[in-house]
């Protein structure tokens, strides 16, 4: 999903038959202030929509700024209800604020949760969600839209004096399509453009307008380009139709050389001492030739040949693994990855969780389950600093499920300041286990207990949630946290982080920890583009990850940002070819408080591999079943 640099100016498409009135209009169709965005979506109508910018919200009031207007004209006198084409991805990014002419705002919330495209009526969330419903004059009229969480994005309205008209699809507009003479163009090589799939529901496509994304443009239903560097580029399609309607279409294209490109797998990801490794070359391809040699150094002195060979380590390290091949040309192309084989010898990690109102936390823990699985972590416990009365038992039907029910949960016991709702929690918690809220011990409990046992210097936490528990910790045993605790890892943002750090008034708890956590802090930022979840609707029923995620998004299965495991994977695995670490510049919390960087004090981590990778990655492990199925 990308930007907008185009603001497409559209048409509002009205629809009368019989008095019934019908009027289409694009989000992108209104006078737009920033933050709001407009951004690309093939799946939208016009391929368009708009989102606030992240990290802008106003749950209180409507903001002044991110108003986004929309005039209209009503034919006929009468009572219209307003749609809107949504989505909301949770149930904590679920509304917007609208208002019609100088009436007051209203609060547009409890949207539906989902991953794709749907209708919602515009409802009023401050008056049991009443369906509105506007007495509206013949005449010119004004709708004003603007944000009040983010993350929840409107593709199109519809306003309607049918008060049984319920839409559906896409509505009516223009699509653009593109066709391409290759799918892997090469520098200098000549590539026909076509745009003649497109289409509008209301009359011809009768303009095409091309950005190839290096600066040139061009005109036409079909036109050829030559690019004269290799490189990502992002090409756009804009076509109109006779009414004025239009819809615009970006495709991310990759320009090669002629050369060969080398590209190759691994299975298992992480293997242990022994076990045989498949590697696979066959996506490797070239663009102008045919592939003849393929040659493998495995890092360990061996070598081999052949698209598809296994090997397997005599011990545990990090090797690099080196493919070159030929083609038919006699050119070489060469890739490096970086395998790593596994010791055997588990890290030590406590995980510290808000599970409640975003479900990446439920994945997280499933992905510490499965590198458990594999030996590379033990789980000593869990600690919640959520305050929900179902969150303990559904951590612990987690850990059940994978055969680890005994493992200690401490729970925060104070109270929380507005503490978050979950869609989930309670029917996670109808999963087998034997332990809950009533009967779980504090968090500063299991932590002192467990802490004690382990040898020092050798306890990774990793903290997905808010810091209360560690601030407790930190205050009564200081010594303990010194001697014991490896490597905090937080999932925060460095700079005003908008959730973990200050949710709850605990902005100064966060300020403390930071501040005054003695072992080193890398604090981990990066998920929002990697989506994971929808795997998991091929996984058994009696699975209380799946069903965290089903109920989650509403009954359905959609990938969610993994923030938390992207965590889980630094603190488990380390750099590995997954991050860098950076120590450098300062950090900032929202009531003022700044830190400094400082390498083995206080870092956070940049990622190096594409979002698909981590995808693959994080969607295997989350997937994984236990070894015994309970």
Not at 102 to 112: E, F, L, R, T, V
Not at 237 to 257: E, Y
Request: proline share 5%; with cysteine; charged share 20%.
């Amino acid at each position: 999903m990308l930007i907008s640099s185009t603001c497409i100016a559209q048409k509002i498409v009205e629809k009368e038959e019989n008095g019934i009135i019908n009027l289409w209009m694009e989000a992108e169709a209104g006078n737009i202030e920033s933050p709001m965005k407009v951004w690309y979506d093939k799946d939208a109508s016009g391929g368009q929509f708009i989102e606030v910018q992240s990290g802008n919200n106003n749950t209180e009031r409507a903001p002044k700024d991110g108003h986004i207007t929309y005039k209209f004209q009503i034919n006929k006198k009468g009572i219209y209800k307003i749609w809107g084409r949504v989505i909301a991805s949770m149930d904590d990014e679920d509304a917007f604020w609208i208002k019609m002419d100088d009436q007051k705002w209203i609060k547009w919330k409890d949207i539906s949760v989902g991953c794709c495209w749907h209708w919602d009526e515009v409802h009023d969330n401050d008056n049991n969600d009443k369906v509105m419903e506007f007495n509206l004059e013949k005449g010119l009229h004004t709708i004003t839209v603007t944000y009040l969480m983010d993350q929840t994005r409107l593709d199109k309205l519809l306003i309607t004096n049918n008060p049984n008209y319920i839409p559906s699809g896409i509505g009516p507009g223009a699509k653009a399509q593109i066709g391409m003479s290759s799918n892997t163009p090469i520098v200098q090589e000549k590539v026909f453009f076509d745009g003649s799939e497109s289409v509008s529901t209301e009359g011809e496509i009768v303009t095409y307008q091309w950005g190839f994304g290096d600066g040139s443009k061009a005109s036409g239903q079909s036109v050829n380009h030559t690019y004269k560097k290799a490189g990502n580029f992002n090409l756009e399609l804009i076509v109109t139709d006779n009414k004025g309607l239009t819809s615009a279409l970006t495709k991310n294209l990759k320009v090669f050389t002629d050369n060969p490109v080398a590209r190759f797998s691994n299975s298992p990801d992480r293997p242990k001492k022994g076990e045989s490794i498949g590697f696979d070359a066959t996506p490797s391809f070239d663009p102008n030739g045919e592939l003849k040699n393929y040659a493998w150094d495995f890092g360990d002195s061996s070598f081999g040949t052949g698209a598809k060979i296994n090997h397997s380590y005599s011990s545990p390290g990090e090797y690099s693994v080196k493919l070159s091949l030929t083609d038919s040309n006699g050119k070489i192309a060469k890739e490096t990855r970086l395998v790593t084989v596994v010791s055997g010898i588990p890290k030590k990690v406590i995980f510290e969780t808000d599970m409640c109102l975003d479900v990446d936390d439920v994945g997280a823990l499933a992905v510490i389950h499965a590198l458990a699985n594999n030996k590379e972590a033990e789980l000593l416990a869990v600690c919640y600093n959520e305050v929900h009365p179902f969150g303990a038992s559904a951590i612990d039907a987690i850990n059940t499920w994978y055969g680890r029910g005994d493992i200690p949960i401490g729970i925060y016991k104070q109270p929380l300041s507005q503490p978050d709702y979950s869609p989930y929690l309670e029917p996670v918690s109808k999963f087998p286990h034997d332990l809950d809220s009533k009967n779980a011990l504090s968090a500063l409990e299991v932590y002192q207990k467990v802490l004690e046992a382990q040898p020092d210097s050798s306890v990774t936490i990793i903290s997905v949630g808010f810091l209360n528990n560690l601030n407790d910790l930190l205050n009564t045993r200081p010594d303990l946290v010194a001697k014991k605790i490896k490597e905090l890892v937080i999932m925060g943002g460095i700079n005003n982080d908008g959730f973990n750090l200050p949710r709850h008034n605990l902005v100064s708890e966060a300020e403390n920890v930071i501040k005054n956590w003695p072992t080193p802090i890398v604090m981990s930022g990066s998920g929002h583009n990697i989506l994971t979840g929808q795997g998991l609707k091929d996984s058994s029923i009696e699975n209380p990850v799946r069903e965290g995620y089903y109920k989650f998004f509403h009954d359905n299965f959609c990938g969610r940002p993994s923030w938390d495991q992207v965590t889980v994977l630094y603190a488990v695995r380390g750099l590995s070819d997954y991050f860098s670490i950076n120590s450098t510049g300062t950090g900032s919390l929202n009531n003022g408080f700044k830190w400094n960087m400082k390498p083995g004090y206080r870092s956070f981590l940049d990622i190096l591999q594409p979002a698909e990778s981590y995808i693959q990655i994080i969607e295997d492990l989350m997937t994984k079943p236990p070894l015994k199925q309970p």
